[in-house]
């Protein structure tokens, strides 16, 4: 056997892990929710574990405060569409891939012909938007959150607990001020503290929990939020009761 035999493929290295499945990883319709911080980390660590079906979906522009968080995006970017930027860069990681770059409103996207969805959104309401059209379209549902040094990951399934179950009415009631704070259609968002090694890690455990699930391992997922506490260095495990009265419960007959 000659030295380096094994380096000449791309993948050696995971497939010695012995249950990943890298054929179901590579041909999986993943949706993108969000091109920003954590969009960007979720990109990069899909490409480089072998995702190469993904559709980023982002109206915002580039300013020059997401530099220091987007691994995609530099300082000649300023008002260039994000998903547009991050299909454009990010293809290099992984020739090959198929980066669609989608800029638009989460809430328009019509088309759910995804295998999995991975939430990069800063705000609750398009997070209840794509918590409840993946969970209509049975799609398993990666959300990632942010908040300064903290962070939290939740997988939603086609039954169990979704994200709209452990919303409390104090969630509510802040979506419902920010609604009452728009003019003309558009959703003020407050800005929350954020950097980069906690986005990181958040994007981190988004992308291996897809793996996990892709790989039919689905019994190793988080159950059902996962807390990260970056000053601590601490991960928790939260269940979340399943809601009797969520609305996305009872979508089955619909169908
Ligand atoms: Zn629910």
């Known amino acids: 056997m000659k030295v380096g035999e094994y380096d000449a493929d791309r993948f050696d290295r995971m497939r010695r892990i012995d249950w990943l499945d890298l054929d179901s990883i590579q041909n999986t319709r993943c949706l993108v929710a969000g091109a920003g911080a954590l969009g960007n980390e979720v990109v990069k660590c899909m490409l480089l574990a072998g995702f190469r079906k993904i559709t980023v979906v982002d109206m915002d522009e580039i300013v020059a405060s997401n530099l220091s968080r987007c691994v995609f995006f530099r300082e000649t970017d300023g008002g260039r569409k994000k998903a547009e930027v991050v299909a454009e860069r990010a293809g290099g990681l992984y ?4 980066i669609v770059p989608v800029v638009s409103r989460i809430q328009e996207t019509e088309d759910w012909e995804f295998d999995i969805v991975m939430g990069c959104l800063d705000n609750i309401s398009a997070r209840l938007h794509v918590n409840s059209h993946a969970r209509y379209h049975r799609i398993p549902y990666i959300d990632g959150a942010t908040d300064g040094f903290r962070g939290k990951v939740q997988v939603v ?28 259609g558009t959703i003020f968002v407050p800005k929350l503290a954020s950097e980069i090694t906690t986005t990181s890690v ?18 190793l997922s988080i159950r059902n939020v996962m807390y990260y506490d970056g000053l601590s260095g601490t991960m928790q495990e939260l269940e979340v009761p399943e809601d009797s009265s969520c609305p996305n419960h009872n979508t089955e007959e619909l169908k």
């Open 202 to 219: 958040i994007a981190a455990v988004q992308v291996r929990e897809a793996m996990k699930i892709l790989s039919g391992r689905r019994e």
């Open 157 to 184: 399934f086609e039954n169990g607990p979704c994200l709209e179950c452990g919303m409390n009415s104090s969630h509510m009631k802040m979506m419902d001020e920010r609604f009452s704070c728009t003019g003309g």
């Open 95 to 98: 020739p090959g891939a198929e």
